[in-house]
């Protein structure tokens, strides 16, 4: 995408962004490719793809079972069948605020991208707005539901 190139190429990043559109349209993606560009261009993508970069935090919805956190992916895995659909709890965003409390490992920042942000539950949705109050450079929010301090970038369906 032209627009978070051109952020890149002329360190100007915002300090947080929502990717907004429906389904399918490549929102995670982007974030994905954004973010590897961020950390460390080409030689981070396989780390990333794998989840295992040091600056990079990836908070997807989660059911709870038997006191257990699962992404919807393990959900299926295991054939649970759930009434209700996952959401972000506020035990991952007390996760997020430790990842945000110790520097960058490698990299010049600290990248937390949060999937499908409107499944945040509320008092998750509060903890967060204390957490990205003070963005400070080394940090990056892709997706937060912090509307009034994101950079907004909507998707559209390609025809």
Known sequence: MTLLSQAIDR?????AYLFAGVPGVGRGLTARCFAAALLGGNRTIARIAQGNHPDLLWVEP?????????SATEAAEMNLKRKAAPIIRIEQIREISGFLSRPPLESERAIVVIEQAETIAEPAA???LKTSKNPDGQ???????????????????VR
Request: charged fraction near 20%; charge should be positive; hydrophobic fraction near 40%.
């Open 126 to 128: 509060n903890g967060l």
């Open 11 to 15: 360190a100007r990043i915002a300090p």
């Open 62 to 70: 989660t059911y709870l079972h038997q006191g257990k956190r699962l």
């Open 139 to 157: 940090r990056l929010f892709c997706l937060p539901p912090v509307l009034s301090r994101c950079c907004r970038l909507w998707f559209r369906a």
